[in-house]
């Protein structure tokens, strides 16, 4: 319980989302408050931005406040002690509204489909951030679906290491914000060991239950098989015969290689990646029939194995020219180049598919960054090639701009308009490359090092409309 200068009178009502008063004046701040937080900046200064509690747990007689920062993207959510709270600025949750259902009666809004499957990767960046997987669907009348469940294959994870072999279907994120949710707002993983990478995740993810308890969770850095404990991890390892993510190795160059795996064909592995993925994606909703879904991983190479870096996955049919459904770099390789070496390579595979393509918008916050500064080295390295045709200004158009990159129109046009490149002049449109962004362009092409060399691409795409079920 906490003291407050003016205590409110007490509420009539208990319940998530209330405050209560203990009897003698004093309040208890639970579930719905919001309050200035105090938390540490980029530059590791002291701030108070407006905070929302979502939960309240007692560990060793002391009470911790698990905050969202309104404003900020939920990665930066944490667990915090009383004395970081501001309780003189403390504001009261506003009344859940409440709508009829169809007897009648008063009750909570009802769900539909079109609210409940929020598409993969749609949300408005983590680093890179679209999502492949999906909520569990109904299977459609007259196509018939195998078992959607981790687990079903024969290479699901064995029982013999104490842990299910399905993570749990509930706690997928739906798009309206209601108390059911509240758990999926919530990181529930600590820590992920991976390799030699330990991770703090950013988001929820529906690892089954009992290993949310666990300090420290830990995966198979090959087949992405998790396991609870470090002696689980060992015993597995003499027997997990992968040294690379399965599926065919379609690239390589140097350390770098990239594996193209079938979400069919490896349902397990494509899974496993799906759940770790939401680690550091947020706004997906999970479901585990992956078939639709091809997955192309980047690893670097040492002396143990190719270790996975980053991902990207994408729809085997898309009719809105997606060429990316969820893209990830794992944390420990972030801020390295690695990010657009994985946009680079998409776009070489629309290339050679001879389409232009666009990844599933809308994008989250570091995706779109990453996005537009690939878009913007790309375009702006065409543009500054162009050469004069006797003595005439170059020229060239959108739609050749397009064709060049594989970048779809649309993109192309918002990436000029973002660089404020393209001027209306004399009845045209002209494109006018200050000094600033010549040099700035200049600038940022000699710090990216790693580049797709597309003579070691060996891809062949295939026709997916004749192949009936994927």
Same mark, same amino acid.
């Given at each position: 319980?906490?003291?407050?200068?003016?205590?409110?009178?007490?509420?009539?009502?208990?319940?998530?989302?209330?405050?209560?008063?203990?009897?003698?004046? =004093?309040?208890? *701040?639970?579930?719905?408050?919001?309050?200035?937080?105090?938390?540490?900046?980029?530059?590791?200064?002291?701030?108070?931005?407006?905070?929302?509690?979502?939960? *309240?747990?007692? *560990?060793?007689?002391?009470?911790?406040?698990?905050?969202?920062?309104?404003?900020?993207?939920?990665?930066?959510?944490?667990?915090?002690?009383?004395?970081?709270?501001?309780?003189?600025?403390?504001?009261?949750?506003?009344?859940?509204?409440?709508?009829?259902?169809?007897?009648?009666?008063?009750?909570?809004?009802?769900?539909? $489909?079109?609210?409940?499957?929020?598409?993969?990767?749609?949300?408005?960046?983590?680093?890179?951030?679209?999502? #492949?997987?999906?909520?569990?669907?109904?299977?459609?009348?007259?196509?018939? =679906?195998?078992?959607?469940?981790?687990? #079903?294959?024969?290479?699901?994870?064995?029982?013999?290491?104490?842990? $299910?072999?399905?993570? =749990?279907?509930?706690?997928?994120?739906?798009?309206?914000?209601?108390?059911?949710?509240?758990?999926?707002?919530?990181?529930?993983?600590?820590?992920?060991?991976?390799?030699?990478?330990?991770?703090? $995740?950013?988001?929820?993810?529906?690892? $089954?239950?009992?290993? #949310?308890?666990?300090?420290?969770?830990?995966?198979?850095?090959?087949?992405?098989?998790?396991?609870?404990?470090?002696?689980?991890?060992?015993?597995?390892?003499?027997?997990?015969?992968?040294? @690379?993510?399965?599926?065919?190795?379609?690239?390589?160059?140097?350390?770098?290689?990239? &594996?193209?795996?079938?979400?069919?064909?490896?349902?397990?592995?494509?899974?496993?990646?799906?759940?770790?993925?939401?680690?550091?994606?947020?706004?997906?909703?999970?479901?585990?029939?992956?078939?639709? &879904?091809?997955?192309?991983?980047?690893?670097?190479?040492?002396?143990?194995? &190719?270790?996975?870096?980053?991902?990207?996955?994408?729809?085997?049919?898309?009719?809105?020219?997606?060429?990316?459904?969820?893209?990830?770099?794992?944390?420990?390789?972030?801020?390295?180049?690695?990010?657009?070496?994985?946009?680079?390579?998409?776009?070489?595979?629309?290339? *050679?598919?001879?389409? #232009?393509?666009?990844?599933?918008?809308?994008?989250?916050?570091?995706?779109?960054?990453?996005?537009?500064?690939?878009?913007?080295?790309?375009?702006?390295?065409?543009?500054? /090639?162009?050469?004069?045709?006797?003595?005439?200004?170059?020229?060239?158009?959108?739609?050749?701009?397009?064709?060049?990159?594989?970048?779809?129109?649309? /993109?192309?046009?918002?990436?000029?308009?973002?660089?404020?490149?393209?001027?209306?002049?004399?009845?045209?449109?002209?494109?006018?490359?200050?000094?600033?962004?010549?040099?700035? @362009?200049?600038?940022?092409? @000699?710090?990216?090092?790693?580049?797709?060399?597309?003579?070691?691409? @060996?891809?062949?795409?295939?026709?997916?409309?004749?192949?009936?079920?994927?």
């Amino acid at each position: 319980p906490v003291t407050h200068n003016a205590p409110l009178p007490p509420c009539k009502r208990r319940g998530p989302g209330r405050v209560r008063s203990v009897g003698d004046g =004093r309040l208890e *701040v639970i579930e719905g408050c919001r309050l200035p937080v105090l938390r540490k900046n980029q530059e590791n200064e002291d701030e108070w931005p407006l905070a929302e509690i979502l939960s *309240v747990k007692e *560990v060793a007689s002391r009470k911790l406040y698990y905050v969202h920062y309104i404003d900020f993207n939920k990665r930066l959510d944490e667990w915090v002690t009383p004395d970081r709270l501001d309780l003189k600025k403390l504001q009261l949750p506003k009344k859940e509204a409440k709508t009829p259902t169809k007897n009648g009666l008063p009750g909570s809004r009802p769900s539909s $489909p079109e609210r409940d499957v929020v598409r993969a990767g749609r949300e408005g960046e983590s680093q890179m951030s679209n999502g #492949t997987s999906r909520r569990l669907i109904p299977s459609q009348p007259g196509r018939k =679906r195998k078992a959607n469940c981790v687990g #079903t294959d024969e290479d699901s994870q064995d029982s013999s290491d104490g842990i $299910p072999s399905a993570p =749990r279907m509930t706690g997928s994120l739906v798009s309206d914000r209601s108390h059911d949710d509240i758990i999926t707002r919530m990181k529930n993983i600590d820590c992920i060991e991976l390799g030699r990478h330990r991770l703090k $995740p950013w988001y929820f993810s529906p690892y $089954p239950q009992e290993l #949310t308890a666990l300090p420290i969770l830990y995966l198979c850095e090959f087949c992405l098989k998790y396991l609870k404990s470090l002696k689980c991890l060992q015993r597995h390892l003499t027997k997990c015969n992968l040294r @690379h993510p399965p599926g065919n190795e379609i690239y390589r160059k140097g350390t770098i290689s990239f &594996f193209e795996i079938d979400g069919r064909k490896n349902k397990t592995y494509s899974q496993n990646l799906c759940l770790l993925a939401k680690c550091f994606l947020d706004h997906k909703t999970l479901y585990y029939d992956t078939d639709p &879904f091809l997955f192309y991983v980047m690893t670097e190479y040492d002396s143990k194995g &190719f270790h996975i870096v980053g991902y990207f996955s994408k729809e085997k049919e898309s009719t809105e020219d997606y060429n990316v459904a969820c893209i990830l770099t794992l944390p420990p390789y972030q801020r390295r180049g690695y990010g657009k070496l994985l946009i680079e390579f998409s776009y070489e595979l629309s290339k *050679v598919e001879g389409k #232009t393509g666009t990844p599933e918008k809308p994008l989250s916050d570091l995706g779109l960054l990453s996005y537009r500064s690939y878009w913007s080295q790309t375009i702006l390295e065409i543009l500054m /090639d162009l050469k004069s045709d006797n003595g005439e200004r170059p020229q060239i158009t959108i739609n050749e701009i397009s064709e060049i990159t594989s970048v779809k129109k649309e /993109d192309v046009i918002s990436t000029l308009q973002y660089l404020n490149l393209i001027n209306y002049y004399k009845g045209q449109y002209i494109l006018t490359l200050s000094e600033d962004i010549v040099e700035g @362009h200049e600038r940022a092409m @000699h710090k990216r090092h790693l580049r797709i060399d597309p003579k070691c691409l @060996h891809f062949t795409p295939k026709d997916w409309s004749k192949r009936g079920k994927w």
